[in-house]
């Protein structure tokens, strides 16, 4: 059963252009999620992080959006770079907060 | 800045065979968990480990497979007989706190031959 649900495989973006993934989840329980981006051959990268009580976290050209009541969130990249091409996680954790269920990942390709 | 390291980054293995995969979280976190990522699927939770002991672990999680933090630094996985399908990169993560952000390793491919 997939939990967190990032339901396209890839985005292409040109550079400059915003970029927008999104990310779906059943659980209620859930109440902190966060994004990671994955390069090739690392671990994933804490990008950033909303709890239930936000529905919405900026960090420079990263901001995130909840929508609680219809189980989505969204990370917007404004403007997108080449160097932000990679795959990235949507992750969730519950109230017990002890492990994350990541979504299988989107793949961002920026073209300059 | 601290980071989680993980030894070795790769390593190939025979069906059958024990292997022990290690970890160094960064110092101040309290939280540790392992993840797998199978070639072209997603990042799939294996284990967390809280107060030296299991806290939470998935169906995959089974009596194949074992934690220990065997130091004041180290967090082992080990895989008592690997299986083909054992065959992943494997993710070592910390936390400070519950509902903070995990810092992960770069991950040890595991190859079983």
């Known amino acids: 059963d997939q939990q967190v649900k990032q339901n396209s495989p890839s985005l292409s973006v040109q550079e400059g252009r915003i970029s927008i993934l999104n990310c779906d989840y059943t659980n209620s329980m859930f109440d902190y999620f966060l994004w990671y981006k994955k390069y090739p051959a690392e671990g994933p990268t804490f990008l950033i992080s909303?709890?239930?009580?936000?529905d919405k976290n900026e960090d420079g050209r990263f901001t995130v959006f909840l929508n609680k009541s219809a189980k989505h969130l969204s990370l917007h990249i404004v403007p997108s770079q080449p160097g932000d091409s990679a795959v990235y996680f949507c992750a969730a954790a519950d109230q017990a907060g002890t492990a994350l269920i990541f979504g299988k990942g989107t793949t961002l390709s920026v073209s300059s | 800045e601290p980071e989680v390291t993980q030894t070795p980054s790769h390593q190939v293995t025979q069906m059958g065979q024990e292997v022990i995969l290690r970890c160094v979280p960064i110092s101040n976190h309290l939280y540790f968990y392992w993840y797998r990522q199978i070639l072209g699927q997603k990042v799939e939770f294996l284990v967390s480990?809280?107060?030296?002991?299991?806290?939470?672990k998935s169906e995959i999680f089974d009596d194949q497979f074992s934690v220990e933090r065997p130091d004041g630094s180290n967090f082992t996985l080990k895989i008592r007989s690997t299986k083909l399908e054992d065959s992943a990169m494997y993710f070592c993560?910390?936390?400070?706190?519950?509902?903070?952000?995990?810092?992960f390793g770069q991950g040890t491919r595991l190859t079983v031959v």
């Open positions: 909303i709890s239930s009580i936000k």
């Open positions: 993560a910390s936390t400070e706190g519950q509902n903070t952000e995990a810092f």
């Open positions: 480990f809280y107060n030296n002991e299991i806290s939470e």
